[in-house]
């Protein structure tokens, strides 16, 4: 078992673990080639004008960019982990990673997280051979969209507590919150069998399915609810199986949405220091007073300690270590955290402007309480660290 025992420097190198008491250095840098995937995805979405196209879909009845989805597509990034027996480009978790951390850096109003992080890589780990080579092309062209359907009330999900039922392969029940479902055309149901808890692939289109937009606090990812009437489904994994395999995708989806985080926790501070060098108060920049710098400080200390454990769950879930459970739990909570304390403080360093419609500051507020939600919320993640902590220390 690895213990982090130290913040790491900016570039991210070395980092100092203790494994079994003994001093551990590991690179977790990227390599050249993910930093110009990153470098040229930067530049992608800045000149798409991404956060930009974000307020567009707030001002109007839309609830995703259309348009930028469709350019995101072109530049084969829904494929990227996608083998290339079926038309993917077959890379790895850390290129997935630092698309991730740009796409939360400009606000992308596009259903990446949902299809990507989420039902691609449910497929690619547990779908039948005859489902990848009907579904996985499909994903790299934009033919088929997909999301993971698995709240059903109020309450965290757990595997006691589904409704949605599935019996002679038809599925009946309600699902809320399920994000994209305006772009989606498929969804991995959560749903409760003789044998346990399935998961199970359903066709949004067929007539036995409704949906209903819901209001949400960021509208530019919209959320809706899925009623199924007897709808027909697909069995993914092993019948009886699937909140194992649930549990594994937001594992894996966690470092995903942490390094989103920490894109828009970057922006954010960006966006404070950026706001203090230039905003004056008594003939002075505002940024060099104490109440100022304190709370720029703050925000750096929780983004780079947010950096620190995003990196080693990247490389946690790019190695498949056993210690990705505590990782993935880990990069999770600091992560949400850095973006909701980023997000609140370039609000309050901007002062009364942080609070106008104008300002891009509640945009990105708005998203990271929406992602702080998507896959469990912040109090869930803490538990699934400690729980995750103890079981560790048993084996």
């Known amino acids: 078992m690895l213990y982090f025992s130290a913040v790491a420097s900016l570039n991210y190198r070395p980092i100092i673990f203790y494994n079994n008491y003994q001093r551990v250095y590991m690179n977790l840098d990227f390599s050249d080639d993910q930093k110009f995937l990153q470098s040229e995805a930067k530049k992608f979405l800045e000149k798409e004008e991404s956060v930009k196209r974000s307020r567009g879909i707030l001002e109007s009845s839309e609830s995703f960019d259309n348009d930028l989805w469709q350019k995101i597509i072109e530049l084969g990034w ?11 480009l077959g890379l790895g978790h850390l290129e997935l990673c630092v698309i991730a ?78 994000p994209d479902c305006e772009a989606a055309t498929h969804s991995i149901i959560v749903c409760k069998s003789s044998k346990g808890i399935d998961l199970r692939l359903v066709d949004l289109s067929c007539k036995e399915v409704s949906i209903n937009q819901i209001e949400n606090i960021d509208g530019s990812r919209g959320h809706y609810s899925i009623e199924m009437e007897q709808a027909p489904s697909s069995l993914i994994g092993d019948e009886g199986n699937g909140w194992i395999l649930y549990e594994s995708i937001i594992n894996q989806a966690a470092v995903l949405f942490s390094f989103e985080q920490i894109g828009g926790s970057q922006a954010a501070l960006d966006m404070a220091v950026n706001y203090a060098n230039e905003r004056y108060a008594f003939g002075k920049p505002i940024g060099s007073y104490q109440g100022i710098k304190h709370k720029l400080a703050d925000m750096y200390v929780a983004l780079t300690l947010a950096k620190s454990n995003s990196y080693y769950a990247a490389w946690a879930l790019s190695s498949e270590s056993s210690d990705l459970p505590v990782a993935a739990a880990t990069a999770r909570v600091s992560a949400t955290k850095a973006y909701e304390l980023c997000s609140k403080e370039n609000i309050q360093t901007h002062g009364g402007n942080g609070f106008t419609w104008e300002y891009d500051c509640h945009l990105f ?25 103890e079981q560790s220390n048993i084996n």
């Open 365 to 389: 507020y708005k998203r990271s309480k929406l992602l702080s939600l998507n896959i469990g919320s912040l109090a869930n993640w803490k538990e699934k660290l400690v729980s995750n902590l």
């Open 101 to 178: 951390e740009e796409l939360g850096r400009y606000l992308a109003p596009v259903p990446f997280s949902s299809s990507v992080y989420l039902f691609t890589e449910a497929l690619i780990k547990y779908g039948s051979e005859e489902l990848k080579k009907e579904i996985l092309p499909k994903l790299v062209t934009g033919e088929v969209v997909g999301t993971l359907a698995v709240t059903e009330d109020f309450l965290a999900p757990t595997n006691n507590n589904i409704k949605t039922e599935v019996s002679n392969e038809l599925i009946v029940g309600t699902k809320i919150a399920v």
């Open 78 to 88: 829904t494929g990227i982990r996608i083998p290339e027996e079926y038309e993917g």
